[in-house]
Nanobody, 129 residues
C-alpha cells in the first residue's frame, strides 16, 4: 500500500514561488505516473502536472504551463512541483496522486478518482497580497 504525504504549501504573495513535495512510503514512486491535481473553490478539480514514470514528457495544464515544473528524486522516493510566478487563481488544495498509466494527457484532463490510485492528503496553497 503506497502512502503519499504532500508538504510545502503555504501563504505566498503574487509573483512568489513555492515547491510542493510528495514523499512516498510503502512502495516505489518510480513505478507510477504521478499527477498533481488541485481543487480550487468554486471550480472543478484540475490536473496541473502529470509526470510520467518513464521518459515521456510531463503534461502541463495550459493554466500553469511555463510557470510550474514537475520533477522526481528517485533516491528520496519523492516528486516535486516547483511553482513560480504564482497568481491568486492558483490558490487551492494541491494533491499528488500515484497512478498506473502512461497517458499523461488523459490523466491530467480527467482528474478523477479511480480504483487503484493512491492519493495524498493535500496541501493548501494561498496566493494573496
Amino acid at each position: 500500500q503506497v502512502q503519499l504525504v504532500e508538504s510545502g504549501g503555504g501563504l505566498v504573495q503574487p509573483g512568489g514561488s513555492l515547491t510542493l513535495s510528495c514523499e512516498a512510503s510503502g512502495g516505489l514512486l518510480d513505478w507510477y505516473a504521478v499527477a498533481w491535481f488541485r481543487r480550487i473553490p468554486g471550480k472543478e478539480r484540475e490536473g496541473v502536472a502529470c509526470i510520467s514514470k518513464v521518459d515521456d514528457p510531463t503534461y502541463y495544464a495550459d493554466s500553469v504551463k511555463g510557470r510550474f515544473a514537475g520533477s522526481r528524486d528517485s533516491a528520496k522516493n519523492t516528486v516535486y512541483l516547483q511553482m513560480n510566478n504564482l497568481m491568486p487563481e492558483d490558490t487551492g488544495v494541491y494533491y499528488c496522486v500515484a497512478v498506473n498509466t502512461r497517458d499523461m494527457e488523459r490523466l491530467c484532463t480527467h482528474p478523477g478518482r479511480r480504483s487503484g490510485d493512491y492519493w495524498g492528503q493535500g496541501t493548501q496553497v494561498n496566493v494573496t497580497s
